[in-house]
């Protein structure tokens, strides 16, 4: 027989499936939920390593900013200072706490006037960069000199927030600078005081050496029949040593002579200089047989009369080291920029290069006396009228080749009034 069905099993058992049931909705819910949270937790996780590069990135670079060496201070709209490097500390005396929240007033020199500050102050608020050289003061009260730059900081809408400043000690450059003046003026006094003395000595040493040169030629004549050979001998050594020390004087008293030419430079046709050179060179140019051509020659900006010293000094030692056969020479001038550059060209028995240096240095010769005559001022003496226009001058040559000296002269400027300052020319072969 069946056992009759138990009422209150059925219903507790239903109640619990309806539980069950909603766990598990319950469970699905909570799921999604986990799920969601799993994802903003990811977000906010990619959001704080992204904030933490962003802040490395900004810790790497205010580290870069404090170990710059220029000083680097940032300033709000009214001057306030918000931040200084490290270097800001070092050049100015001041400790980053002593500078924050002051304005940069407190390092003011006294050398500026108002309206440097208020022009400053213009061009910022408009929005400019501002640059400018500037005296500044220590914490302990000397002076210090920078190169300062200002730019205004913007923000993302374009308005101006605040300034960056940057500025660069220039203290040990302008002191350099300054010694370097004074050391140039110091070296133009001794150098003027020398050309001077050179002068004063050329010139008072022609006196007695015209005098023992005369006594000697006094003596040949007069007691020329009381004088044995040797004595004639003795007499011609001392007519050829005073010979020898008037050309050296000549020599010393040009080259003290070639003063700087600043503010002296004019026109000048460099074909009536050579000309000139020639003329005074026609007893050397007639009993050598020299040719003399030249090309298409310019009119510089030189001193004339020591342009005519240049050619005849460069002419005369082509004549001179022109070996066996007659001498040839060819002057030429080429355009270079600013400059014109002359090449005096011969055939004669040229220059070892090892000897190019050597040979514009005083009293430099290659030569014996009784091989080639001369004192060794001559390629000095052009040496100083070159650079005296602001030019350079270099051979180029080689043993039984010839030689070729190069010089370069300013030319006129395109306007056609002016000579052009010597400003350094072109260094081909300086
Ligand atoms: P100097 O001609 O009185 O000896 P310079 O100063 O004019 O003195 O020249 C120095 C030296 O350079 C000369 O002694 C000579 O050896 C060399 N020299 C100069 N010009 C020439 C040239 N055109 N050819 C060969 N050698 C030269």
Redesign the pocket.
């Known amino acids: 027989m069946k056992a009759p069905l138990d009422i209150r099993t059925t219903e507790s058992s239903d109640e619990t499936l309806l539980q069950l049931e909603r766990l598990r909705t319950k469970n699905a819910a909570l799921e999604t939920e986990i799920g969601a949270l799993n994802a903003k937790i990811h977000k906010l996780n990619q959001q704080l390593e992204s904030i933490q590069q962003e802040q490395e990135r900004a810790r790497m670079f205010m580290s870069a900013i404090d170990q710059c060496s220029e000083s680097i201070f940032f300033t709000d709209l009214f001057g306030s200072i918000l931040y200084v490097n490290h270097s800001f500390e070092r050049t100015s005396g001041y400790s980053r706490a002593e500078l924050l929240g002051q304005s940069p007033r407190l390092l003011k020199s006294g050398a500026h006037p108002p309206d440097f500050y208020q022009n400053m102050w213009s061009t910022i608020l408009r929005g400019e960069i501002w640059r400018s050289r500037m005296a500044n003061r220590r914490k302990d009260g000397t002076i210090y000199h920078e190169e300062v730059n200002i730019t205004p900081v913007r923000n993302d809408e374009g308005q101006i927030t605040g300034f960056v400043s940057i500025k660069t000690d220039i203290t040990e450059l302008l002191q350099n600078k300054q010694a370097l003046e004074a050391a140039n003026a110091e070296l133009s006094r001794s150098n003027l005081e020398l050309e001077q003395f050179a002068y004063v000595a050329s010139h008072d040493l022609q006196e007695p050496l015209r005098a023992v040169s005369s006594c000697m030629q006094l003596l040949e004549r007069n007691d020329d029949d009381k004088l044995d050979t040797r004595s004639h001998e003795f007499i011609q050594h001392a007519v050829g040593a005073c010979k020898r020390m008037r050309a050296l004087i000549d020599g010393l008293l040009t080259l003290s002579r070639v003063h700087p030419v600043d503010g002296q430079l004019e026109p000048t046709n460099t074909c009536i200089v050579l000309d000139q050179a020639c003329s005074n060179l026609a007893t050397a140019i007639e009993d050598s047989g020299a040719t003399i051509s030249h090309g298409q020659l310019p009119t510089t900006c030189a001193h004339p009369q020591m342009l005519v010293q240049l050619f005849q000094?460069l002419l005369s030692?082509?004549i001179?080291?022109a070996g066996t056969t007659p001498p040839r020479v060819h002057i030429d001038a080429q355009r270079d920029g600013k400059w014109w550059i002359f090449s005096v060209r011969?055939e004669?028995?040229?220059?070892e290069p090892s000897h190019f240096e050597r040979?514009f240095q005083l009293f430099?010769?290659?030569?014996t006396r009784d091989e080639?005559p001369?004192?060794?001022?001559?390629?000095?003496i052009c040496k100083k009228i070159v650079s005296h226009h602001g030019g350079h001058i270099w051979v180029e040559s080689g043993t039984g080749m010839g030689?070729t000296f190069y010089f370069t002269l300013p030319a006129i400027l395109a306007d056609g009034k002016s000579c052009p300052a010597p400003n350094p020319p072109p260094t081909i072969n300086p």
């Open positions: 000094n030692n082509a001179k080291f011969d004669g028995i040229g220059i040979i430099q010769r290659l030569h080639y001369g004192t060794g001022l001559g390629l000095p030689s």
